[in-house]
């Protein structure tokens, strides 16, 4: 937004993960082995980083805990991270694509194939549903597997959530986008059923 000041670091750090965000600051971890191979990919995940960092501080630094009971609790979950690993998958697209950066990255790859996102989605969708529509149900093992699907093998909430991004972001301008980070991130996936529906 105009009137947001962004005051967010960045550290290179040597273990763990390929980038983490911990309330306004972001690391990359230089020796993971994605980068090691792919040295390019480091620019654009500081961009996915940095943006994590600024969309933390937009939702007031409030970031979802794990420690839930109910489906109430994994549908506000899932909707938080599907917008903020959405809004960071998104986020560098256009300097990838303008760098022909689309081809090294399994997320990028995914994007461009329209087929393989139609299935993503019906999937995402599946599962978001199944979790919105009974809130007061009880969380059990089997659906710690479903949360799995959308963060590890499928990366459903990252490449489900950009494709959001770009849907909203081509429909309805940049700034309606933005303007959603600091809104409850609910309403980043009503926003995006609404033009689907149309």
């Known amino acids: 937004p105009d009137s947001f000041h962004y005051s967010s670091n960045l550290f290179f750090t040597f273990g763990y993960d390929l980038g983490v965000v911990y309330s306004k600051n972001a690391s990359v971890n230089l020796a ?16 996915h980083e940095l943006h994590h960092a600024g969309f933390v501080m937009l939702k007031n630094n409030i970031m979802p805990s794990l420690d839930i009971t109910n489906y109430k ?8 991270l599907t917008h903020l690993e959405g809004m960071g ?10 760098e022909n950066a689309m081809n090294i990255d399994k997320d990028y790859i ?9 299935e993503y989605e ?16 009880l969380i059990t093992e089997e659906d710690w597997a479903k949360l799995s699907i959308l963060s ?3 990366r459903l909430w990252y490449r489900v959530g950009a494709s959001m991004a770009q849907i909203i972001d081509k429909n309805l301008g940049r700034k309606k986008l933005v303007s959603l980070i600091s809104e409850p991130s609910e309403n980043f996936i009503n926003t995006y059923l609404m033009i689907k529906d149309k």
């Open 32 to 47: 993971h082995s994605y980068y090691l191979k792919n040295t390019n990919e480091i620019k654009y995940y500081s961009i």
């Open 73 to 80: 609790e994994m549908t506000q979950l899932i909707e938080y």
């Open 89 to 98: 998958t998104f986020v560098p697209l256009d300097i990838r694509k303008k």
């Open 110 to 118: 995914a994007l461009q194939d329209s087929g393989l996102m139609k």
């Open 122 to 137: 019906k999937e995402f969708f599946y599962i978001y549903f199944h979790f919105k529509n009974n809130p007061d149900s």
């Open 152 to 154: 590890d093998k499928k």
